[in-house]
Nanobody, 119 residues
């Protein structure tokens, strides 16, 4: 079992930065691929970024490449999403997720944290 709790979301002006955190509990965190997803009002949930275990491989959605950076601290059981040059279209609820390295389904999800970017 893996429990995920996101934090760090808030209101920020366009062009600003935020760092989201996802604290994980459960002994299998260090073997999981971790990811961030987001869901804007009226839209489907979309992939943002992921990081493999132990952290060598990262992947990003085209819409955030060059602006967002995902990282993980396995000693702290925490994954981060550094978001720079934020745009109003980045406004969404951001979710942390976990999956087994060889799986395609993300089987653990956090409750989400709201990020609002004002123009």
């Amino acid at each position: 079992q893996v429990q995920l709790v996101e934090s760090g979301g808030r209101l920020v002006q366009a062009g600003g930065s935020l760092r989201l955190s996802c604290a994980a509990s459960g002994r299998t965190f260090s073997t999981r691929t971790m990811g961030w997803f987001r869901q804007a009002p009226g839209k489907e949930r979309e992939f943002v970024a992921s990081v493999s275990w132990p952290g060598g491989n990262t992947y990003y959605a085209d819409s955030v490449k060059g602006r967002f950076s995902i990282s993980r601290d396995n000693a702290k059981n925490t994954v981060y999403l550094q978001m720079n040059s934020l745009k109003p279209e980045d406004t969404a609820v951001y979710y942390c997720a976990a999956r087994r390295p060889t799986a395609t389904i993300w089987d653990y999800w956090g409750q989400g944290t709201q990020v609002t970017v004002s123009s």
